[in-house]
Structures are given as C-alpha cells and as structure tokens.
C-alpha cells in the first residue's frame, strides 16, 4: 500500500519510521465495531438524504456488515501503513465493493468519525462500568447485612476511637461507590451526544440531517458547535477523573483489607483462592489482590495527568496530539473494570475473624467518649467532662485497667457523678447501640439503612 | 495558653515545632464565617432537641453573633497555639460566655465540623463561580455576535484548513464554558449533603436531630453513614478535577490569544491595559495575561494531583492527612475566579484586525475541500475528487498560485468537470455560507445560534 | 506610581485588576536579598568594564548595600504597582541615589535577571537541605545504632516474613535518604551557573565580562547559550522531582509510624510533645506529625505536575509563564525543610516497646525459611524444603503451633531431615544472627555499618 | 500446572479472575534476558561458594544458556499460571535440566531477583538513550552549523524580540539536550549497584559471596541494607523524572516546529516523508511528528506520576504494589527512545526559508533595544533610552514605518543624541553582530560554539 488516501499534494513516501510512529491502528482497532457501526449509520444518512444513491447506501451497508462479521470472527486484518482504523476499514470497504465505497467518506472527516468512535465506545464502556459498580454495591449491601453485628473498633488516625459494626463500616464504602455511580451517570450525559457531521472543523457543504444520524445511532443530543466538537474531549478527561476517584475509593479500602489481613490486626481471612505466597518464605499467605489493586491507583491517576497535559495549550481544533487520548482511556477502563470485577468475587469470600475485631474493641478505651457523654447526661459540660475522662485513660494506662475494670470507688474520686450504672453505660454494646443518631452505627441503624439501600437497588 | 482543649491525658505539652507544624489557623481562617454559621445552628438544635437548655443554646448562639461581628470587622485574633479554627473560635466563645460555651461542643466532633465547614464554604464558592461561568458565557455570546461575520482561517494542525467565522469560533469556547458550568452544578449535588451529626466517626449517642440542621443550614440532603462523611472529600477532589478541565479550557483559549497577537498572526491586538511591556526592549507589548492564566492550569492540575495523591490508600475514617485538602482547595478556587474574572473584562475590549484575518483565509487553499466537494457534487466519488484537489493544490503551489487563480483551461486539464462555477463554488464567503449542517458555519447558523443561546441564557 | 519602567510605548494605563493578576511582588519578596546581591555584582561589573562610571558603580553598590539593611531591619516597603522585586528595588534605589540609579539595569534584563535570582536562592536553599539531611542521617544512624539488637518482624506484604534488628531496619532510611542526598549533590552541579550577562534573550552589545560576575557571585560555570539560559527551569524541575522522592521515602517512613503506633501493632509510643489529642475522644493520642508529613507528600507531587505542566510546549525563550515557577517551588522547599526538621526532633524520642516486637516475632512464622534452609543443608533441594517448610506451617496454623513447639517426632513424619538441631536452627536469635550475607541484618553486620557509616560522616 | 512453586500452605487453588489479574508475565518477559543472564550469575557464584556443586551449577548454567538460545529465536512459551518470567524460567530449567534446577532458587528470592532484572535492564537502556541523546546533540550541532548565519526573529512572549541567529536558536536546545544527558549519567551511578544476595528482605543464611556476583554482572557497588534493597525503586523514578523533562524539552521544540510550519510563521518545511494529509482537506500537510512528540508528553508525565503514587506511604519491604512499576518503565523508555530518534531523523531534513525568516527581521520592531544601546553609548541612562526608544516604536506604528525608515530629523526630534550612524547601529546584521557577550548570539560566537561543543563530542 504505497499510496495513502490523502496522497494528492504529497511527492514523497512516508518515512517507515514515520509510519511505525504516527500508526494508531496497533491500538485503535478496539474501536473497529464501533467505527464500523458508525459508518452503516453514516452511509444510511447519506442515501436517505440523497447525498449517495439509495444502491450506493444499500452496497455500502451490507459490505460494512460483512466487515463486521469478518471482525468478529476474528477475519479481518489490519495494516500499519494504513495508519488507524478509518482508513483500515475505508480500505477493506473498497477493496470489497469497489467503486461505491470510495463515497463513504462523503460530508465526513476522520475529525468527527473518530469522535463519534469514542463516544460510542465510551457510552458502553460507561454503561458496562454502571453496571459492574451496582453489582459491587449489592455484593457491598450484602456483606454488610451477613456482618452487620460484628463490632469492631472505628479508628480514627489509625488508632481505636471508638466500637463500630462492620457492618457500618462496610456500608461508608457502599456510599462512596455509589456517589462514583452517579458521577458516571452525570458524565454520561455529556458523552452521549452526536458529534457526526461536524466535519472537519467547520460543518459540511452537503445537505446532511444529523437527526437522522441521532435517531440511528441512539443519540439524545446533537453537538452545537462543530469546531467545539472535532477539538474537544473534556467528557473524557471528567470519566478519567472519576475513575481516578473510583480508584482512590478501592485503594482505601484495599488498604484496610491489607491492614485487617496482617497478624497485628489478624480481623480477616482471604480466600486461598485470591492470595498468593512466596519463592522463599513457606509460611506467607499475601494479600496481592488488594495491593495490586492499591498499586493500579498509581496507573489511572497517571493516566488522567497524561490526558490533562495533551489538553494543555492546544490551539484550536483538531490536532494530532489527541491520538494519545486513546491508550490511557483503553487502560483506565480496563483497570478499573478489572478492579471492581475482583473485588465482586473477592468481598463475599474473606472469613471474619468476629472473635478478634471484639477483643480489639475492649482494648484502647473506645468507650472513653461514652464515658465523658455518661457526666454530660449527668449535667456536666462537655469540655469538663472531656478533661475527666482523659484523666481516666490517663490513669487507667498506668494502672494497666481497662475503664471497665475501674473500681467505683476510683471511679468517684474523679468524678462523684459516677455511678454503678457507669458500667453498663460504656459497655461495647451499649457504646454501640446508643449511637442512633441519622447515619451513625447503632445495630437498629445499620439494618434499616440495609433494608432501605437493597429496596432502592431493587426499585 | 498552655492547655489544650484535649489534653486530658497528655503529660507533656506539645513541642513548639509540632505546634507550628500542625496547626491550620494560618489558612483555616478563612472558614470563619461557616465555622460560626455552623456552630450557631449546632447550638440551635442543641437547645431546640432538649440537650442544653434554651438559655444556654441562646447564649451561645449571642455569643457566636458576635465573635461574627468582631470578625467581620476584623476583631478577632487567632492563635496558632489553639491549632485550627474551630478550637479558636470555641476558646474565644468560652472567654466571652464563660460556662455555656463549654457546651457548644457536645453531640459533635472536629472531624464532622471541618466537614461541615468545607461543605458550606465550597457550596458558597461554586456558586459564586457558576455565576463567573454565565457571565463569561455572556461575554463569550456578545463578543460572537460583535465579530459574527468575520471570516478567518480555521485551523486543524495549526495549519489553515477551512474559512471559518470568527464568531463561530468563539462559540466554540462558550460550549466548553458551557459544559463545565453544568460539570459544577452536578457537582453541587454531592457537595450539598449535611455532614454535621456524624460526630467523630460513628454518630453520637444525643438525642440530636440532623433535619433541624439541615433546615437551618440549607441542606437538601443528610449524609447516610457517619464513617464515610467524616473519612471522604470526594466532593472536592471532584470539583479539582473540574477546575483543571476549567483552565485547560483556559490554557487553549490563551495559547489562541498568544497567537493571534503575534506579528506572525497579527489577528487581534489585546488592549494596553490588558498587556506589559519589556524592561529591555521597548517595543514590546506582551500578552501576559493569557501567558499567566496558561500557566496558572499548572497550578490547578497540580493541586488535582496533590489531592488524590493525599487520599490514596488512607484507611477509614479520619486521618490528620486530611488537613492538607485545604490550602490546594482555596488556591483553586482563588485560581480560577480570577482568571475567568480577568478573562470577562479582557476579551470584550480586544480589537480585531479582521482585514488580517481575510488576507489570512485566501492563502493557505483553504478552499481545497470545496473545490473536492464541488467534484463530488458532479458526479465523481469523495475519494477521486480528493486525489484530484490534492493535484491542483501542489500544482498550485508549485506554480505560486491560489486556487482562485487558476484558469479554468488548467482546471480542465486536471477534470474535464470543473466549469466556471468553481470560482464563486470556491469564493470564501460561498465556503463559509454553505457550511449549513447543523453546528456548521455558515453565517445563518452562527446567528441563529447566538440568538437561541442568549435566549437561553436570559430564561 | 502610575508610570512603568517599560511604558514608552504604552498609551493607556494598566488595568489594576491586570496589576494584581500579574503582579508577583507577593511572594517573589523572597528574592530580595538575592536580587540585591545579584545588582550588587552587576553594578561592580559594570564599573569595572567601564559600562558605566567608577563613581556611578560606587553609588549604585552603596546604595543597594543600604537598601539590603533596610529590607533586614523590615525597613522596605513593596508595591503591587511594580509588579515584581526587581522593579521594586530598581524603583527604590533610584528614589534613593537618583539619576545612577538608571544606570543599574544597563546590559541587563529581568530575563537573566530572575534566572540569577533563582539560582542563588536555590543553591542557598539546596545547601541548608543537604545539610538537614545529613543531620536527619546522622539522627538515623544514632537511633539504629541505640535500637541495635531489638528484634522484629520484617515485613513484606505487611505480612510477618523474616525476623530482623529495628536498627536494621532504620538502616534501610538511612539509605534511602543517602541516596536523596546524593540527588540532591548531583542536582547543585546543575543549579551553579551563572545566567547574568544572557540579557533579554541573545546576550547583549555591551562589553560586560561575565566571568567577573561568576567571581564576584561566586559561580563556577557560565551558561553557554543566552536563550537557553533564559528559557529553561529544568534545574528546578530536577529539584522538584528529588524533592518529591524525598518526600516518598518520609511517607513510608511515617506510614510505618502510623502503623507501629496502632493498639495492633504496639511497637513505638510517640512523644507526647509530638502527638495531639481528640476534641472529642479522651483517650486519643494521635501519631498527627507523621499523618502530616505522609499528607505533605501530595503537596510535593503536585508541585511538580505544575512546573512540568508549565513548560510543556512552551516554544523559546522566556513567556511570562515561567513566573508560576515561584510559589511551587517556594513551598516545596518549606515542606521538605520542615518535614526533614520535625523528623529529626520526633525520632530519637520515640520509646519502643521492645517486648512487643520480640513477641511478634514469634508468631507468624517467621522461621520458615530457616527451616527450609536446614533442609536445604541436610541436602534436600530449596524447591523440595521450600514445600515441606509450607506443609508444616500449615500444619502448625491447623494445630495452633509455632514451629518452635512441634515435637520433634511430628517433624520427622514431614522428613526425617529433622533433628533436634532444628529448634536452635529456628530460634529467632539463631535467624537473624546468620544472616551475614552483605547487607543482611545479622547483628554483626549492623553493627559494622553503623560503624563504618558513623565514620564517613564524619569524614 | 496446577501446583505453584510456592504453593506448600495452600489448600485452595488460585482464582482463574486472580491469575489474570496477578499475572506479570504478560509484559516482564521483556525482562527475560536479564533474568536469565541474572540466573547464571547466581548459579555460578553458588557453584563457587560450595553452596550447590560444581555439577550442579554447570547443569544449570547450561541448562540456562539453551533456555537464552531457545528465547532468542522465539522458541520460549511462557504460561500466565506461572505469573512471572521468574517463574517461567525455573519452571522451564526444571523441566530442561531436571532435579539440580531446583537448587537454582537457594539463596534467592524473587524481591533480590526483580531488583537486579530491572536494574540490569535500565542500565542497558539508559545507555542506549545516552547514545541516542548524544547522537541527536550530534545531529543539533550539524543542523546549527548548517543554518549558522541564518537570521531570525529571538522571542519573547512570542512576541518578536530582537534578532538572533537560527543557529544559536538550535544551539539552546543542544544545551537542553546536553543537560538532560549529563542527568542520565548521574542516574546511572543509582541504577548501577547490585541488589542480589538480598533475598527476601534480610539477608541470606548461605555463605554467598556478593563480590562474585557483582563481578559476573559487571556491578561497580553493591547494595549495602538488604530492606532498602528490595523495598526501594527511587532510581527508578528519577530515572522517569529525567524522562519527563526531556520529553518537556522536546515538546518544546515539536511547539516551535509546529509553528514554523503554520502559514503565518513559513519558516520552515518539514519534508513530506515526516508529515501525513487529512482525508478530506486536499492541501493539508500536517506536522504529525511534533504534534505527536507534543502529545506523548502527557504520557511519561503520567508514567511519573503514577510511579510516585505507587510508591507513597508504602510500608517496608517489598509490597505487591512494586509489580506496577514495570508498564510505566517500558513505556517511558518505548517513548523517549522512539521520539529522539525521529527527530534525529527529521531534524536534518527540514527545509529552512531563510528568505521568510529575514523578512520576519525587519517588522516587529526587533531593533529598538539596539536604538536604546545607542542611546545609551551617547551617554544616556538607560532607563531614559529605554523611554525614548519606546516613543519611537509608539511612534513608528502610528505613522506605519519600521525605525530603520525614520528620517533623521524625526530622530532628532525624539533626542539629538541621534545621529545617521543610527541606521547602521539599528541593521539586523549590526544587531546581531555585535551581541558578542559571552554565550550571544553573534556570528562569531555561534561558529565558535559550534567547534567547540563538536571537539568536545569527538574528544
């Protein structure tokens, strides 16, 4: 193939080593179904509006559909010296049906083909994503529910603050994927519009109806601005955002896993099945889902710099910088489909060390705060009650008591408003129990919050 | 002030380094205003719920008003030794209410209260940039109608493409501008949640009730789990990412400016008071505010980066790292302001050498595409016509020619189709009227678009 | 001050909304001290050349000497008018001299100008960081060497691996920081030329002699070329880029802090001096230093996205973009300075607790490997020991068993390898005593590292 | 294979999703020379420390060396079950070489392994980019001796500042060039110390002898603390700093040549071979090159950032999350390495239009700090020159002349220090001429320059 689509003006071949630098086919050809897709909904628009001859169309259709098939069955092959996808399958279409293909690329430009590409591969990836995260957040609802009672300390600083259900504590990750959902579903909407028939940059001559693209291609809005639309990618930059977000929320919680699976804490089990050992040491048994799932954070914050520095500066519309938004995108989908995948198969099957997570409740004086509420019920103020209860830590630490094993009568010499209800009062399950305000971690709580979070899944 | 607010168990007092090293008043002042605004609902419902009496929640709330006032009138001084400003303004509320200051903190924590403050601050600024965006959009709409008609070179690659109209080309900015407005206001949804009522971590034991706060403070919404309110900031890391889709927005506008003042361009002189000079060299006029705002996209990518770098992998549900949202947040948000601010007076008083910018469209063949469409228009496929205009442009050049120039005897020779029509087919003005698929430039679309959107704007 | 330094051909007055957007006299104050030293040279060198008049240097050299006495007793006043510190000083002395003053910025410009002021800041600044790092080195090696002997899980995976010294252990920072060091040496070499005399961009007509300005500002190279010169950060951004591995390597440091301070872990008590305590909780003491330093790492990183960003496809020579390089760079060097500066105070006051690390090593079967090593000894395969070592760890986790309390018997039936020699083999002293590969943790080898490191700082 | 090397305490077998997911041998078989070069470093020094036997050892090399053979003519198979080339290789010298392959891991781990596979890589790479660098700082030198004496407008702002030569313009970007050379030289003194012989994390009980090692493997240092060693990639992300700002630089460039390109700068010509066309604008002739070189910036941006990101708060020693550091390193090498070499190819081939470049000369007022400077030399401050020079250019606008068509009375109107020598003080070939200062752009210092750095190449 010596002779490029565009050679007209040019007397020289293409540099091979240009050809292997500027080629984007060894990439794009993920976006061959959808380019083709495109092309069917294009050549249909032109016949329907007289721009092609109904025969041309129809020709031009069942060869694009042939390609298709051939795609899929894995027939097709593509050339590097034909550069990207467009032209793979303009080539292919013509070398197929001849004459009538050369008219495809009528009132179109690779500018706007390649945007529609994105867009309609990005909805479904969107889409595919929506999906995997609400399957993420029933496999979050139901974890939660099998574990709503277990107690275990809520830290704060890494330290034990105070006890909290696990169930609760699963149910702030739920939140946190769900917020990531609706982000996705506000950035779909800027991602579904029609940018075909934009042209290079500035429209076309030809008597084209976009609507007519919109409604076979199943696009709610049509782009207003065909200069904005050819040089602009910011729907994808915000899905690179919010995967990064998405990201940030898996490396939270994978940090925990790591930190519940290790012999300090010892609060979980992973499944054999989703750990790995060592060459050397006999004995590890290491959590790599989840730190691999940490380290990949690293890979779509990366990716979202990248794509934010292409943007930097360019002038408009259309430059070739923007080839390089395609790896990133293909990379930030697949890691984040991947992760949130594992996860799905991976929550359901760590066994809880209940028996542990309750010890650690009863050391590091969780209930101090409960104890300092006990004076504030009592009429103290909040401050001064504060100040008791850090003294009773403080003496506790030196008299290696737990507060619940502080003898009444110590009890009263900080404070003669201590009584011998003290002890029920900050008893782990009380401590829990009591903290019923909206969102907090009561057991009555945290099963309404499940009950009403799995309707609302369901509706 | 050697006595912290939590210093119960502490022995020793805080290094003075650490204490310069941790505290935040040094920046955090800046939430004065909401710190107090949400600590005088808190009290409210305090009183309201039965938790502290009425005339202590009044006198609390008198207080507030007027530690509200001294700020305002720059009264009131802070101390870093008092960390933060929540600790600062309680100090200062005890000082002067004595007792039932020490109340105020009940039923609450620091880490729901930043939360809180954050949450009312940032709604605040959104808004405030919402309303930046409509007025730069406005400016953006007028400055389109006021050069509407004016042709000039479309460019893809840098290179000269396709006449496009000048107002069309500054359309182009306002549906960027546009999207991130509508970024911002999804964003606001998930910003305009009550945190407050979560307490430290796991909710409080009080009898409090968050829909009294949530009226009194405006809150549609109440966040569902104490554990992620006080452990996330995803609302504001996605409002980063938005900001740097702003400036990159910015950065392109600006690269376009530097441009078009060149002396290589010389499309547009930006006014006096809007440029600097040299201290060497005395001809110069430098476009340093579009150069400034280019760079400043630096700043606000960074503040992304830094951001989701500070999240990544930090276990439920505070953590100290927090604190460090804060000085990238205002610096973001101080960002972006005034570059659109300076940009909303900058760009209506920019004069436009339109003379230039035709000059600029009848070289650079420009009308290639529409010498190729006007084949196609006779009969021949996209592919041919485009083979054959590539021909005639470096026969063009070859022979220092425009497209216009060539004798309708040399046309013939390279297409026995083209007749005397080419030259008005080819005429600027024709290429730029006939450019009327929808988003297209032709001089009907573009008014017809910036009378729909002021329409729009007006509703 | 309405009129500029640059105004000749200016017609209109500089809007003052311009005036605060451009103005960099805020923060670029820092430089006055270099800025006056750089006039200084300049003055003397254009005297010396004859460019201006002996006596018109002597007055111009007093009287920035004044103007520096003042800037130190606080004595100066900046103005937002004059944009930036060199227009102020300029503006200052010849309010103060007169009509020499005007002579000052002969063969010169900001250009260059700036570019000197920045590099005699830095290498100012790069100077007292190398020197806090070796400080903070000297810190480790004090600490590993008081830590020595103490026992302790290492880790991988932060799963319990091998047994090794804490003062091991706080080797592997030592060197991590040495390498930062290192960086940083390499980095100055960059930094330490002298830019003066590039003028604007292309050097100038005036027969200045640079190398009397590298004498006098003491520079051991002169740039080469005039537009690099003035174009070119890159000796900034290799400083942001060692700053954030700096950074990185503290954050793992505090991440394991943060960790050892946990209930679970138990390993180290922070200082009271360097932790603080809840608003709520009356039991916490927060490890808030180390969360600091760990959340100060995103500010680093996010400093050096800007300065990248700023530069991408800037085209030659200095754009007023390159005054964003200022406040990144500012705050990169307050945070490493501070962070390096609080660790050196926090560390030598952690307590440990050393019988809680000698108490980890014991379960967790960090012996393993030395039981399969005594395998491999008695001739058995690594791969083949490697599996009996997991096989018998499973068996002890099934029997809840260390390895230390299998019967002898039960070892045979895994292979009669074993013998009573296995229980010294896997003694945690026996196991980290030989490692004495170079480099391992035996406590030998520790100990001469120290020795031999102790030895080359003081050389 | 269902049984891993490692898998003696497992019960389950690993997760199909997890294998996937895990894996790494997808992309470290690129690292399959440098394991197995590694491997037969390690077996010989085993052999000749009495670790394995003589036989043993030889078996292995050998075995190893038909394994190397095998690889390179593509008759390797790796398997994904075996997650890691490391893995894949022992597997496959087993199955070769039978029981003595299973000795080949003793003394070893996979954490010492990988450290010294990347490290073996990167030093080969970094020297081959050294190479590379040097050969384009070769290509910079021929191109400004070519174009030495060709003028052009120097900018500043873009906006034209004063003359410079093409050959000094091309001369800043070799001391970029150079810099970012001398960069990768320091890095390699980090990147050139041998990791083996750290194992896991602490050192090896077996009497290894690491000076053999680094003998075999041409190491310089070894690695002194054996946590540091395997916890640690800080060489590895400087390495990726130095990439982003040479891929800064470059960009920089592509910026310049994509402007020289535009119709409005024409100064330049790329040939057709390095330049590629639109599929529906007949004339265009794109800069695909450097738009793309531009682009990729953004990707070894992200590479770092990512790296960074990995990497903070991770605890010691060696942690899954490492795995992620390998994509972004193959790709930063793939790209700098593929981008320097296009340009050392497009570079030279570039045609200048000296003719458009003079003209650029004569309009923009690039002489008026010439017209100070003789101001200057008649006696006047500079800071007055300056003003009358910018009254002069105000002047000339308005009156439509360039100052070298002033008439001299005019002149004398402004300052009767004007004298007719001004026109010949003011010629661009004066202008350039007599910028002799050291590191200007005269013609003699750019000749100079050009023989000096060329010695210093050959030397």
Aim: proline share 3%; glycine share 6%; aromatic share 8%.
């Amino acid at each position: 193939m010596s002779k490029k689509l565009w050679g007209g003006r040019f007397k020289e071949d293409t540099n091979s080593l240009v050809e292997n630098f500027t080629e984007s086919i060894s990439f794009d050809y993920r976006l061959a179904e959808y380019d083709i897709e495109g092309s069917i909904a294009h050549a249909k628009m032109l016949g329907e509006c007289g721009i092609i001859k109904e025969n041309e169309s129809k020709k031009i259709v069942n060869g694009l559909n042939a390609l298709l098939r051939d795609y899929k069955s894995g027939n097709l092959e593509f050339s590097t010296a034909l550069e990207d996808i467009h032209m793979n399958i303009e080539y292919l279409l013509i070398k197929r049906i001849g004459e009538a293909g050369k008219k495809l690329h009528t009132a179109r430009s690779r500018n706007d083909q390649i945007a529609l590409d994105i867009r309609l591969y990005l909805r479904d990836e969107i889409n595919k994503i929506i999906i995997l995260l609400e399957k993420f957040q029933v496999v979050l609802l139901e974890c939660a529910e099998k574990w709503q009672d277990y107690a275990m300390p809520g830290y704060t600083h890494l330290q034990r603050a105070q006890p909290v259900l696990l169930g609760h504590h699963i149910l702030s990750y739920f939140y946190k994927i769900k917020r990531d959902n609706d982000r996705l579903r506000d950035n779909l909407k800027r991602v579904n519009i029609l940018p075909l028939g934009s042209s290079a940059l500035a429209g076309t001559t030809y008597p084209i109806d976009r609507t007519v693209l919109a409604r076979l291609l199943n696009f709610p809005k049509i782009s207003d601005n065909s200069m904005d639309t050819v040089s602009d990618r910011d729907f994808l930059i915000e899905f690179a955002g919010i995967s990064a977000i998405i990201m940030m929320h898996l490396s939270r919680l994978s940090e925990e896993l790591i930190l519940w699976s290790s012999s300090e804490f010892n609060f979980i089990e992973i499944s054999d099945a989703f750990t790995t050992g060592s060459s050397i040491m006999p004995q590890k048994k290491n959590p790599d889902v989840p730190e691999l799932v940490r380290g990949k954070t690293g890979r779509v914050y990366g990716h979202l710099m990248s794509l934010l520095t292409i943007f930097k500066g360019l002038p408009m519309t259309y430059n070739r910088d923007l080839q390089e938004d395609k790896e990133p995108l293909f990379d930030i989908i697949n890691t984040v489909k991947n992760c949130i995948e594992i996860y799905i198969k991976m929550l359901p099957v760590i066994s809880i060390n209940k028996e542990n997570m309750l010890i650690a409740c009863k050391r590091g004086f969780l209930n101090a705060t409960d104890a300092a509420d006990y004076l504030v019920r009592k009429g103290l103020s909040f401050r001064e009650a504060h100040e008791i209860a850090g003294q009773l830590v403080q003496y506790s630490i030196e008299n290696k008591y737990i507060l619940d094993e502080i003898p009444i009568e110590k009890y009263k010499k900080f404070s003669n408003l201590f009584d011998k209800d003290i002890y029920s009062a900050i008893s782990i399950k009380n401590c829990i129990k009591t903290r019923t305000s909206y969102g907090g971690t009561s057991f009555n709580n945290v099963k309404k919050t499940i009950l009403r979070e799995k309707k609302k899944m369901k509706g």
